[in-house]
């Protein structure tokens, strides 16, 4: 039955019952009222026309006033009849009534007639006692019904009473137990309501949906599930390692390769946090070590043993960060650690490193002694030159020189690839490192008519510095301006003392550095395009190797047109 017409039927119910009673109990006092109005009207009036007419007999004889009375009270009687008997008793009053009228001296009839007002009296005080037993019988019975009603009135709304808001209010808290079991992922629940009222139309709704959401959640959960396997996979089938940390640096997962070079079982470093087993682990250590400022392209290579023989491997470490739904500010979710074998590329390095080292270094002998033949032909006593075999010296001696300036920094180039930088750090003066630059590019700077202006502080440190490879390194700086200077043009040195150490700079007014390429000049092999190809574009990136090895800083400023400004610092000894 739906809950609707139950409600209806059960509040219609109580309303009927409700009706039935006031009905009953109406009825009742209807029928009391009847008995106690007969009571009045028939009896109690006969009995005070007798009581007249008995008051008024004695004088029947003398008084007319007093037969006028009784006259009335007669005729009034007789108008009222209502109990058996009593239109008898009635006949007989009047008939002796009207035989004392007749015979007003017959002492007996006065008597006669109060025997006949005294059974008249009789008849109706009879009745009076018969319909007073009567109300009473009435009373009973209408208690006795309306207890008899009343007690069933109750029981019924007792009974709706107790079933009612159960029938409706269990129901509810079984469909809001579930709902809050769906809310909570639990899809398997269902309702089970019997009947084809609305809460059975409901129950198959939310078991409709439950099923669904079931469905949906199985179906979605083996589709993460697979895409989980495809992505490890994936992962597992990269031939680099490949390491996922989260938030609180714990392993999440690690490929094959990772753990084959780590050298540990996966499940020792799986949900392990990598900062413990950084503590045992070398490898781990550096594969979680920051190094600030530096971007994980320049980072230097891992040496790691693998694939039995020595391996270098490049990190690079991907923050990954999230946008949680419904929010704004992205969230930091962990790392992925990526290692990229450039064990061949170093081996080619390498290759080419002992190739340009070899070659270098075997024409180093040839051009020294190219020069040292070009200073015996200019010897007077060998034999005087014509001006176009003196021009064709200079000539020679021109080449040469630039051919031992590029094997010199090829093979600087190569000691600095190789590691082996030879340094010979000690507390140097400043001013040596000067003069020995300023000695060196004497020659070329009086060819080009450059005026070079010194500034030097007075009272400068000592510095640490190798003395020979920062004068070259000066040396460096004073050719490439001279190179990119003006005829004629004008030159600044200045070594000015600063809380760091001494700094050391070189400016020039020649053509300048275009912004684009500021940070590139100082990298191996890089030319500035469009300038002139006389170089090896190592001298820089040599420089800066120095400079840094002896744990100084090297840099440049520069506006294009307005000349450049190199320079480098050292610390003091
Ligand atoms: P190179 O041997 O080719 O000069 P360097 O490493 O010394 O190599 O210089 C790299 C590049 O930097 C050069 O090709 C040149 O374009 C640029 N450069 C260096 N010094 C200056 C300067 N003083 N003015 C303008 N450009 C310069």
């Not at 009571?39 to 005070?48: F, S």
Request: proline residues 3%.
């Amino acid at each position: 039955m739906k809950i609707k017409t139950k409600l209806r039927l059960g509040l219609g119910l109580l309303f009927l019952m409700i009706l039935t009673l006031a009905l009953i109990a109406a009825r009742h006092v209807y029928i009391l009222k009847e008995d106690t109005k007969n009571i009045l009207a028939d009896n109690y009036n006969t009995l005070d026309y007798a009581q007249q007419m008995l008051l008024a007999v004695d004088g029947l004889n003398v008084d007319s006033a007093a037969r006028k009375i009784f006259e009335q009270n007669l005729i009034k009687q007789k108008g009222n009849v209502t109990e058996k008997g009593e239109a008898q008793a009635t006949q007989r009053v009047a008939d002796h009534y009207e035989l004392l009228k007749a015979d007003p001296q017959d002492s007996k009839l006065p008597g006669m007639i109060r025997k006949d007002l005294a059974d008249l009296t009789q008849i109706n005080m009879r009745a009076i006692q018969n319909k007073s037993d009567v109300a009473v019988n009435s009373v009973r019975s209408a208690i006795i019904g309306i207890a008899l009603t009343g007690t069933f009135c109750i029981l019924i709304a007792l009974t709706l009473l107790v079933n009612l808001p159960s029938n409706i209010g269990n129901p509810i808290r079984e469909l809001t137990e579930s709902i809050k079991g769906i809310a909570a992922k639990n899809y398997s629940q269902r309702l089970h309501f019997s009947g084809k009222n609305e809460f059975g139309e409901l129950a198959s709704s939310f078991n409709t949906m439950a099923e669904k959401l079931e469905e949906y959640d199985s179906s979605n959960l083996s589709k993460i599930l697979m895409e989980k396997k495809r992505t490890e996979a994936l992962i597992n089938n990269m031939h680099e390692p490949v390491i996922g940390l989260d938030e609180n640096k714990h392993i999440l997962f690690a490929n094959d390769e990772a753990v084959r070079i780590t050298g540990m079982a996966l499940s020792d470093i799986l949900g392990k946090s990598a900062v413990e087993l950084a503590v045992h682990n070398d490898l781990i250590r550096a594969l979680i070590r920051e190094e600030q400022g530096i971007s994980p392209f320049t980072s230097p290579a891992l040496k790691i043993y693998a694939n039995d023989k020595e391996s270098y491997f490049e990190k690079e470490v991907v923050d990954i960060t999230i946008v949680p739904t419904g929010e704004r500010v992205k969230k930091y979710i962990g790392q992925v650690i990526l290692l990229k074998n450039i064990t061949p590329f170093k081996e080619l390095d390498f290759a080419k490193t002992n190739f340009i080292a070899t070659v270098s270094h075997e024409l180093k002998t040839p051009i020294s002694s190219i020069k040292m033949s070009l200073q015996l032909l200019e010897n007077q006593r060998i034999g005087a030159l014509n001006p176009e075999q003196q021009q064709l010296m200079e000539g020679i001696r021109e080449d040469s020189d630039r051919l031992l300036k590029i094997t010199g920094e090829l093979l600087n180039m190569s000691q600095v690839e190789t590691g082996n930088i030879q340094l010979n750090i000690q507390p140097s003066s400043p001013y040596a490192i000067l003069q020995y630059a300023l000695d060196a590019v004497k020659l070329p700077l009086e060819q080009k008519g450059i005026d070079l202006t010194v500034q030097n502080d007075h009272d400068l440190p000592d510095v640490k510095a190798d003395l020979e490879k920062t004068a070259w390194v000066l040396i460096n700086f004073l050719t490439n301006a001279i190179r990119y200077s003006q005829q004629e043009g004008k030159m600044f040195i200045a070594l000015q003392n600063n809380d760091y150490g001494v700094k050391f700079s070189v400016r020039d007014e020649g053509k300048g550095i275009d912004s684009r390429y500021r940070s590139k000049i100082f990298d191996r092999y890089f030319q500035v395009p469009g300038s002139a190809k006389t170089g090896t574009g190592l001298g820089l990136a040599i420089s800066k190797e120095f400079i840094e090895a002896q744990g100084g800083a090297i840099g440049v400023t520069s506006e294009i047109g307005m000349g450049s400004n190199f320079y480098f610092e050292l610390t003091r000894a």
